[in-house]
């Protein structure tokens, strides 16, 4: 009793300043959720949201030192009912084996995958000998081979043959979960084909968001061509389908990609363009000036430019969490509040999190708050302080100086924790392409939105694309710089919430103890610089298997095939090589059987029909990973398709008692996207 009226006491002294924790302790709730290896029934679920409510709502009967606990308590609670009730709402079939065959749908999405192949993603769903109830309500095919026969558009009923597969788990134990991110977008199959893909019924009339978003998307690719209109469109109306692999790399590698997503940047420009052109036009006007209010009018008019981008981009969540936040800043312009604030960004974060609490998962998610709370913080530190002593012309590049550096700093542990990677000159980067992004791009794009319907966009699109010409400049110079790349591993998975929490509790605590923000922090560091890297791991196809090396270097069995998951390693190990260099380290094996001692245990990769089936003995004490399924009685401890499709994939550390295994079901779990009996049927 006496910690907790200490508790109540530190909360009291941090009257005034609470409100921006309200999103934190949601989000421990839904972390709560995710973490938790076995599914929540619906009674806990229920219970968890009816002592939210009875929390929030009976909060005022307690006594006033307890209140800010109970609340934090509450909200957490409300996480956790959130998150359970979101994951049963989007709950739909999941194909639970291999198809080949027809595949009829209707395309709701067009994309590219990460091999730069054409990508459909298909609705109402037909499956030749599959009864309705187990077809999954969506799948995505990535099309391969001659597709010229047809120009796919937004709800084009199609035809095709083609391979799916349920969507694939983590490529190793504690990996990103596929399973999990295809099941919030209900997705229930993933796959390919190599042939035509026929068109079966034209797209209707009617008009449609998406429909509109590509119809946008082609007209400014044929005002301006090739991988210029392709950025164009991408930051216009979101639809990257155009934009070549080599164009992303480079803005990866200059870490200019988030120019590319449609976010608080653009969203930023956007509304701070049209408020101020607005604003300062009837200014201009006497009896407007003098009559009317016009910073509550520009605010408005703003706020409906913001709704229409939103609409326009497609809704991600960082045009979501861009949209909340410009939003809440313009409504309060209109109540004349401060209009940038933490708690501006808190009612985002909340808003975001109650309608998609599975992207804070993501790192568009993480990445994107930590920026603007961040930068939120610091320049309220500033503008504490009071007027810059710089002279006037200079303050605009101080801003952006000040912004891409605090921006750069926020996001780049995040940033490498999900990529693997660190842009050792996006601060250059990012001071060059800003500005031009800023005072060229998002208002010529303005520009050709308003003279479109007289046919005079070209007025804005000519300096937009000569804007984004010189920011591709910007982002090839820099990534051919030598060094520009580095590469880091994967860290262990309490990292990012330890750097999150200790970020948070610098920022939002009042008083000396934000620096105990630090400790974790720094606790997350060690974490890091100690990262345990798998000595093994086994693929979940049984297609592919990477050992360590003494040198520190993965070796992988096979120089092709299994891409993604080569990829994924190789990245989650701080490599920069690719697949086939990798492949040469492994010295032993011959042909398609390749075979590796490791601390007493001989592991061998056998790939390959005939191989498989010509396998008829191996050693007691070996671990055997075959590519295909075997009916043979070995005496070796066999890992096949079957048994890994239960499993997940599979590491192995080395132990001072010998070599421990880990499956990504042992981390993950029985939750309802990667267990059968969980799942509707």
Known sequence: MQLLARIGAALQGQRGYLFPWAPVCLALGIGAFFLSREEPSVLFLGVCGAMAFAGLGGVWALPEAARPLALGVAFCLLGVAIAGVRAHRVAAPVLDWRYYGPVEGRIVGIDRSASDALRLTLDRVVLARVVSEKVPKRVRVALHGDQRFIDPKPHMTVILTGHLAPPSGPVEPGGFDFKRHAWFQGIGAIGYTRVPVLALAPAPDRQSLLRLRLRLSDAIRNRLSGETGALAAAVTTGDRSGVPQSTLEALRASNLAHLLAISGLHMGLLVGFVFASLRYGMALHEWSALYLPTKKIAAMVALGAATGYLLLSGGNVATERAYAMAAVALLAVMVDRRAISLRAVAVAAMVVLMLRPEAMLGPGFQMSFAATTALV????????????????????????????????????????????????????????????????????????????????????????????????????????????????????????????????????????????????????????????????????????????????????????????????????????????????????????????????????????????????????????????????DLPCDVWTPARLRKSGAVALYARKDGLQMKTARDISGRRMWNTRALRPQ
């Open 377 to 632: 913080a610091v320049f309220e530190i500033l503008r504490k302080r009071g007027p810059l002593r710089i002279p006037r012309f200079l303050r605009p590049v101080f801003a952006v100086a000040v912004s891409s550096l605090v921006a750069g700093l926020a996001t780049a542990p995040f940033g490498a924790a999900h990529f693997n990677t660190v842009s050792h000159y996006g601060l250059v980067a990012n001071l060059l392409a800003v500005p031009i992004m800023g005072t060229v791009v998002v208002p010529s794009a303005v520009v050709a939105a308003c003279l479109a319907p007289i046919g005079l966009e070209a007025v804005g699109l000519v300096p937009m694309g000569l804007g984004l010409d010189a920011i591709l400049w910007v982002a090839r110079w820099v990534a051919g710089l030598e060094g520009a790349v580095g590469h880091v591993p994967r860290p262990p998975a309490a990292v990012l919430p330890l750097l999150a929490l200790g970020m948070l509790w610098a920022i939002l605590w009042q008083g000396r103890a934000r620096c105990l923000g630090a400790v974790p922090v720094l606790v997350a560091g060690v974490l890091w610089i100690g990262t345990e890297r798998p000595l093994a791991l086994i693929a979940d196809t049984g297609g592919l298997v990477g050992v360590m090396q003494e040198t520190g270097a993965r070796a992988l069995s096979k120089p092709r095939g299994a891409g993604f998951v080569a990829r994924n390693w190789l990245e989650n190990d701080g490599d920069g090589a690719d697949q086939a260099d990798a492949a040469a380290r492994w010295g032993a094996g011959e042909g398609r059987v390749r075979k590796v001692e490791l601390g007493g245990l001989a592991l061998w990769h056998v790939f390959g029909k005939r191989e498989v089936a010509a396998l008829a003995d191996c050693p007691e004490t070996a671990l055997v990973v075959l590519s295909h399924d075997t009916d043979t």
